[in-house]
């Protein structure tokens, strides 16, 4: 696909500044954590509740997907940025959870392209039951696992293609471009897309590799919680929807904003660097308000 070979030669080009930015930010020892304030459509209704992207860098194990619990040889693990994505709505007397977790290469390895998803896992808890679904890149393909409480759904498994195919849900982590530019302003690119998890689920549909335009805007001024910032336009279209992500212009290139149609929107609240796992204390808890957390 055009899209990934454009993203590796523009990876390659990067100045050693952009490299720089990445080393000394993404391996900190914190986690990036913004929150939002959601307006999901479910049922046919609206529901206003709150969206969290937790983004943070970590090791994972090749041949398991999953970050080890011991130091390992660098031939072993790989250097992923994982995002974990927090939709919390209501819908009448009962609540949703969804929970989307996307891990994508922050390195190269034998056949592994920088920003390349290697794994992708989704939850959704409501009243109903629960649903899981798991995709692990394997050699060429992605391998995906899914468990529903609705006997339609059952338990099931698929495999697409992962040569020229990229993932909507790793798509939140390339556009903020921590590695180097995926477009240039004004350029689009026709993609092989896995649509979303949360999406597929929402409208009940299968596991089927669609083609999308990807494309960056020109940047423009906008006002935010945070205040004034200039902003870049990313936009994902199939024929029957589209995406648009308002991404920050200056470095770490933070989603200020989103808008999936009729579908879902939403507009930052807060952003902090917090070493969240070492927080659990009732003693922490100040930093909800800070973070502006129901």
Known sequence: MKYLLLFFIVISLTPLTQADNFSQLWYDGTAEISTYRLKEMRYGQERVGTRVMVFVTEPMRLTTHIKPDVSLPQEQKISVIKLNDIR???TGIYDYSVMSSVFAAVEKKPAIELGATMKLSFTCQEWCGTVFEQVLRQDKKYQGYINSYFESEGKGKYQVSAEEVETEDNLWLLVRELQGPI????????IRLLPSMWLRRKWHQKAEIQI?????????LMRTALGAKEVSLFTWEFPHRKTEVWVEKAYP????????????EGFILASSRETYWQQSANK???LRDKLELD
């Open 88 to 90: 919390k709505f209501s």
């Open 183 to 190: 477009l240039k302003e004004g350029e689009s690119q026709k």
């Open 212 to 220: 999308a335009t990807l494309s960056k805007k020109k940047s423009s």
């Open 253 to 264: 290139h933070r989603i200020l904003g989103w808008k999936e149609g009729k579908s879902s």
């Open 284 to 286: 922490f808890s100040y």
